[in-house]
Structure formats: structure tokens, C-alpha cells
């Protein structure tokens, strides 16, 4: 009976000693091909009783005609799987995008500025960074000089700009606009030794998983956030594209062929074929939280700048095959107000996961309740800041 195994354990080996001279076929020459089938032939001759002993042996010796780039070739093989795979579930199933503005504050969260401490104020600057994605923020000004703007360094992850004053070099997180928006900062402007232009913390917003398969299943639905490209979408005759990026994220709120009213900060919906006009909060449940004036959730917004696309008492018809979308902070938030309706072709997906930082909101998105504090007190930033990150 041990000599049964031994055998079958034996024919095995030799498969793989076989499959592997396939294998490296391509990279070796003549003569390591003999001397390859020579060692595999030496293997098959030996007694099965010397199987561990041969099959070390063989090894040795493949792996001493096996020239080294081989190794290198097969990692690379590996490494192409591998990126092969990821990329397919990023273009297929899971892309990630990182909030820029406070459009959809505070459901989501962008890109901010905090003169308030973090909820990782006791921990080192790279921890903090790590779990709570926030960056010390602070500028004080080491000798008299001009403003000048040297490098934008820009990842998925942080940005960064560098910036002399006289012969100083300093350094803030951000972008260059955010940058000169929370220091004050303007290319060329003197500053004097002394003055703290900035003390505080850059949030470097959420960082979420967008879902990008179900839509094609199950059609978008009121009340959903979704992430849409801005391609084709125009506001004050300028294209989206570019100047506000290629990516949008907003909450869905009326349907192709739905008529849609602001009126008093209260968005009506008269869903299509019907007569009558609903709250939105009525037949889109998950928008009940934007009107629950609480933890900086304000409603909808019925006026904002020059260019709303209908006035107060003006109604709106999504025409077919588009959706209608608004920010959840409307009073900052460039929506379909603005640039009207977004084409079925520009979804690309649901917003599904945050996966950074670890604050409150980590996790699947637009599940939580409000906090249970006065929106003039969120916005004012009175509530805990454990809340805010």
C-alpha cells in the first residue's frame, strides 16, 4: 500500500517537473532544453523509494539551468494578473473618488479647512493624517517678503503648495486655490515676520467606493446619491468639464418626466402621470433628513445667484431619459439648478462605501441620522467636533 502512494506521488512530481519544461520553454536555448529533459529523465529512472532524495535533486538542478530573468518573468506574469484583476473590478464593480467640495455637506463631506483642533489632536501629524484625513494647517510668517508661488504638488490622496515668502519656504496642504482661500494668501502680496495666516487643520475629505454595476440592473431611484460625469453639461454658457472637473456627485431627486418646483426652500416633485404635487421628502424617504433642520441639513434652497435655472414660481420638466440632481447643501452646491438635467449616459454609478478617513461617516454612505443639534449651531461648527471629521 506505501508503495502504491509512493508511486502516484512519484507520477505527479514528474507532471510538474514536465509542465514546468513547457513552462520556461520559451526562454531557454538548445542546450538547456537537453539538459532539462535530461534531468527529468533521470527522475523518471529513479527507485521510487528515493523519491524525496530525487525530487530535491531535480529541483536543484532545474533551478541551476533556469536563467534568472525567468524569476523576474514570472512575477511580472503574476503582477499582470493582478492589475488585470483589480482594474476590472475598478472599470466593472468598484471605483474610488475622493468629495472635493462641501456640495453634499453633510451627508458627505469635501476637501475643508478647520480652525478647530481634529479628532486626532493628541496623536502624531502621520497618524493623524492616516485615520482621520486632516493635515496641520499653519502659517507663520518667518520674514518679511513677497508671496511666491514655487511647486503644486497633486495625488489622489493630498496635495500640496509650496511657497516662499522673501528667502523662506513654506509649505501648505491643498490646493493652491484652496490655499489662498483659508491663509489669505495672493501671488506677489507682502507679508510681514510675525503674522499667522493660518492655525488650524485641512480636511482632505471623504474618500468613498463608488457601486457601478447595480444601475444597470436596477434604475436609479429618488433620494439615491449617484456620481455622474459632467460631460455635455453647461453653466453660464461655460463648460462643466472644465472648470469644475469631470466627476459630480449629488442626490437624485426627480425622475425622467417627472415636474419639479422650489418654492419657500421646499423642493415639490409631481411624479410622472400624476396630477398633484408631493413634498420630496413624501415619496423619496431618504431625503427626510435635508429637511429635518438638524446637523447642518438646511432643505433645498429655492433661490441661489443670477442664473437658477426657474424661479419660484416657474416649474420644471425632466425630459426623458435624464435626472434631476441637487446638492444637499444647496447653499454652496452648483446642481441642476445651474446646468439643468443629467443624461442617463453620464451615471456612472451609486455612491456606496467610505472607506477614508475612519470618522463618523466611514462605512456604507447616507445611512446615518442627523446629528441632534440646530442646523445655525452645526453650520456655526458649535457641535462636537468629533462630528465634523
Known sequence: ????????????????????????????????????????????QSAPEDFDKASAKAVKEM??????????????????????????????????FKIPTGSMQPTLYGIHYMNTTPLGKNLPGFLNYVLF?????????????EVQF????????SDAVEFSVGRHIHTLPGSPQKVMEYSGLQEGMECRKGEVRSDGFLSMGDHLFVERFSIYLCPPQRGEVMIFTTDGL?????????????????????????????KDNQLYVKPAGEKEFKKIQHIAPRTARL????????????????????????????????????????????????????PRRNLVGRSW?????????????????????PTGNAVRGTFPVMYRQ
Open 1 to 44: 500500500m506505501i508503495d502504491f502512494f509512493i508511486k502516484r506521488k512519484k507520477r505527479k512530481f514528474l507532471s510538474e517537473l514536465r509542465s514546468r519544461r513547457h513552462d520556461e520553454d520559451d526562454l531557454l536555448n538548445n542546450e538547456q532544453r537537453q539538459r532539462f529533459d535530461e534531468v527529468i529523465e533521470r527522475f523518471a
Open 63 to 96: 533551478d541551476s539551468i533556469v536563467p534568472p530573468y525567468s524569476r523576474i518573468r514570472n512575477l511580472l506574469d503574476l503582477l499582470i494578473v493582478v492589475g488585470a484583476v483589480a482594474f476590472g473590478i475598478r472599470g466593472l464593480f468598484f471605483q474610488p
Open 133 to 145: 484625513a486632516s493635515r496641520k494647517a499653519h502659517l507663520e510668517v518667518q520674514e518679511d517678503g
Open 150 to 157: 514655487r511647486r503644486y504638488k497633486n495625488s489622489f490622496f
Open 234 to 262: 453647461r453653466a453660464g454658457g461655460e463648460p462643466l468639464s472644465a472648470s469644475s472637473g469631470f466627476y459630480y456627485v449629488k442626490r437624485l431627486v426627480a425622475m425622467p418626466g417627472d415636474t419639479v418646483r422650489l
Open 291 to 342: 429637511y429635518s433642520g438638524k446637523g447642518g441639513y438646511q432643505g433645498h434652497l429655492s433661490v441661489m445667484g443670477d442664473y437658477k435655472l426657474f424661479g419660484a414660481d416657474e416649474d420644471y420638466v425632466v425630459p426623458a431619459d435624464h435626472y434631476f440632481m441637487l446638492g444637499d447643501n444647496s447653499a454652496f452646491s452648483l446642481d441642476s439648478r445651474f446646468f439643468g438635467a443629467v
Open 353 to 373: 462605501f467610505i472607506f477614508w478617513p475612519f470618522s463618523r461617516r466611514w462605512g456604507l454612505t447616507d445611512r446615518l441620522d442627523p446629528i441632534d443639534e
